[in-house]
């Protein structure tokens, strides 16, 4: 799939990164340079970032590109960026920054550095809320460590 053609089908490449397809330098590349001329639309970004990210370290030559998009898609360039490089301080930052309360960047937060505090904020925030938010809330709270305590306890009777 040559440059040209990634203008006339952009489509193609938004489905792929929906599949999740494993790592290729061309692959990568055409992903760069779609992101560097937003070939596809602010839409199709995020899908695309996240694809980068789920290549991990054999991603990092995108760095560069997910840097340059980091002010209209700070969260998920945080994201991505702890999922090739790890927990440095910048990925940390910038999902500190970028995630506010969402469930999601809390949750990245904890795995990353053992904070459970933004998680804790998030799950209080998303139960006062309604349907999905509440759910995914609930599903959140058993993996904070006060809740999981208390199972073994809560269990011993039964």
């Known amino acids: ?81 702890a999922d090739i490089a790890g927990a440095t301080p910048e990925a940390i930052s910038l999902i500190r920054q970028a995630g506010g309360a969402s469930l999601d960047a809390a949750a990245r937060l904890r795995t990353l550095t053992g904070d459970e505090q933004p998680l804790l904020a998030a799950v209080e925030s998303d139960l006062s809320k309604s349907g999905s938010d509440q759910r995914q809330a609930a599903e959140a709270a058993r993996t904070l460590t006060p809740s999981r305590r208390l199972i073994g306890p809560l269990t011993a009777g039964t």
């Not at 490449?13 to 790592?23: D, T």
């Not at 055409?30 to 937003?38: H, K, M, Q, S, T």
């Open 1 to 81: 799939m040559g440059h040209r053609h990634q203008r006339q089908r952009p489509s193609a490449l938004s489905a792929l990164a929906a599949k999740r397809p494993p790592f290729s330098e061309a692959l990568l590349d055409e992903i760069r340079a779609c992101l560097r001329g937003e070939l596809l639309g602010e839409r199709a970004t995020p899908s695309l970032i996240r694809l980068i990210g789920s290549w991990g370290p054999a991603a990092e030559a995108a760095i560069p590109d997910l840097l340059e998009i980091l002010p209209r898609h700070a969260k998920w360039v945080g994201f991505a960026l």
